[in-house]
């Protein structure tokens, strides 16, 4: 089982650099399932109607989100569509769903969407314990278990591993938009890396016009953020998983 992870689109650069490469990696490294993180797909904010539609058009199983869940109110409209994931630990009564069951090669996929706490300015339920409620339900249900951790500190990303390590088969970060160089195996056997990375414009400040960013930080004003152009980055993660036992045997990080 091959499962490819795609870090976070950024605006319609990251999505047309998507709608080019994937069916080439899809077909050059035999995927079977496909996740993609895509909360700053519609302008760097938030998913519209129109993205989302393009996006199903595509070879993607799962679409999961994160702090820009609601930066289009378009998503009302679709939120509880099977291949949306919003994530689980957002208060009570949001609408949408954390987790889905997915099929593949005869195998259920859980894939899980969870937001950390730590500088996120987001009212949300502790992650760690969400995630332990979901994986202590769903390791009764399924086979491979996949978590996207959307969270801006290293820190508790590395927490969520352990404390999840050999629990789950997988757990990636998103929301930072730079690729971390720490791809592994754990000691229990999870296959984890703290941030996927972006597809996005490659100059740029995290898929943002880099003058607007500098301004920003060197006069402390107020300035309106913008979306980079040029050239596109893609960046993300592609997990072997034994077909027998389930385990990851193979993490390789991708970045074009």
Known sequence: MKILAIGDIVGNIGLNKLKEMLPRLIQENNIDFVVVNAENTSGGMGLTTKDFNTL???KIDVLTM???TWGKRDIFSFINDKI???PANYSRGVPGKGYGIYECKGKKIAVMNLIGRTDMNVLSENPF???EDLVNKLSKEVDIIILDFHAEATAEKIAMKYFLDGKINI???THTHVQT???????GGTAYITDLGMTG????VIGMDMNASI???TTSLPERYKLAEGEAKLNGCIFELNDETNKPERVQRISY
């Open 66 to 68: 994160g702090n820009h």
């Open 215 to 217: 301004k920003r930080f």
């Open 171 to 173: 757990i990636f970060g």
């Open 201 to 204: 414009p490659k100059e740029s």
């Open 56 to 58: 199903k058009s595509m």
């Open 181 to 187: 160089a720490d791809e592994e195996i754990t000691e």
């Open 129 to 131: 314990t969400i995630a």
């Open 84 to 86: 949306l994931l919003r």
